[in-house]
């Protein structure tokens, strides 16, 4: 089929490469829109520089919630279901694109899409920073170009028949929505299902961080709501520790302390993690700390650091055992040698 520009966007060529069912669809604001994409270069190769289904699962964007690249909007509300249609878009509507793709690939990999971002407007993030951690991205943003991207659109939602998501949520639904996350993954771990616990306190952190990042750092709401997140990460820990995800809480807890230099529970979460691990040195130091910190604890530190010099030697003799097992094995199997 030949290429046709869409009359309201110029720098946008559309050409349809198999058909879809029915009508248009109708897409009112906070319509849920389904889709599955790849993002090839302009050059000879047509290089790809994503594929949704590599990632494992389609995206979805709603309609009217302000997406980052608004373009997208415009190119799958002319599309029919189950439509595979191939758009060329100009540089000047692709130059978000790095910053998408970044928080799309964070998001696959189960982390929060706005990891390192500072409070500024999302081209101000664009070039604050010298890489977005994927060098192909970084080509991108440094050259802005023409983008293809070829889109099939699975499915439009009704927008009452579904679970509404942070994406299309105001700022007052999002902190009417965590407290009721918080009781959901308190009531979750009570009936020792830790996973799905953990999960509750992880989209509420992520909600709480969505509504923290439009505030100016320093600011009182900024910092309230960074107090917020501090229970809910201890808990998400918590429930880690008991999954014993230990580098998970090392790496949790790490985070959370760089921004709460005197929380206590969250160094004593770190070094029941450390403990875990046999990470002797960096558990007697956080162990310390606790006991700084608040002295009423002095009592549990002492215990916490006589188990670990117990476990410590306990794990000595088993690896000296093990040594000497080997050395054992390894004579006698000299010696045969020697004999034969």
């Not at 505030?215 to 014993?244: F, K």
Request: glycine fraction near 6%.
């Amino acid at each position: 089929m030949e290429e046709t520009y869409l009359l309201s966007y110029p720098g946008v060529k559309k050409k349809i490469l198999a058909g879809g069912k029915g009508p248009l669809p109708h897409f009112p604001p906070g319509t849920k829109v389904i889709f599955h994409f790849q993002t090839l270069l302009d050059n000879f190769e047509r290089t790809v520089v994503d594929d949704s289904r590599l990632a494992g699962r389609p995206a979805e964007i709603f309609v009217g919630k302000m997406f980052k690249m608004e373009i997208w909007e415009s190119l799958l509300t002319s599309m029919r279901v189950g439509e595979v249609a191939e758009f060329w878009c100009d540089a000047v509507h692709t130059g978000l694109y790095p910053i998408v793709s970044k928080g799309m690939r964070l998001i696959a990999q189960g982390k929060d899409p706005l990891e390192g971002q500072k409070h500024m407007c999302g081209m101000g993030n664009l070039f604050h920073y010298h890489s977005t951690g994927f060098p192909e991205l970084d080509e991108i943003m440094r050259n802005p170009q023409p983008l293809i991207f070829i889109m099939e659109l699975l499915q439009v939602g009704d927008p009452l028949s579904y679970h509404r998501e942070s994406w299309m949520m105001e700022k007052d639904e999002k902190l009417q929505t965590v407290p009721v996350l918080h009781m959901q993954g308190n009531a979750l771990v009570r009936q020792k299902q830790f996973r799905e616990a953990a999960s509750k306190y992880k989209e509420a952190v992520l909600l709480l961080k969505t509504v923290q990042s439009r505030e100016m750092p320093g600011d009182v709401d900024y910092i309230n709501l960074g107090r917020m997140i501090v229970p809910l990460e201890l808990n998400y820990c918590q429930c880690m520790l008991e999954l014993e995800e230990y580098y998970e809480v090392i790496e949790h807890t790490t985070e959370l302390l760089e921004k709460h230099k005197d929380c206590v529970k969250g160094y004593y979460k770190r070094a029941k993690a450390h403990a875990a691990v046999w990470n002797e040195k960096e558990a007697r130091r956080d162990f310390s700390t606790v006991a700084q910190l608040d002295i009423s604890l002095a009592a549990l530190v002492r215990r916490e650091l006589k188990e670990l010099s117990e476990r410590m030697k306990e794990k000595y003799w088993e690896e000296k055992e093990q040594y000497w097992n080997m050395l054992e094995k390894t004579e006698g199997a000299s010696k045969q040698e020697e004999e034969e």
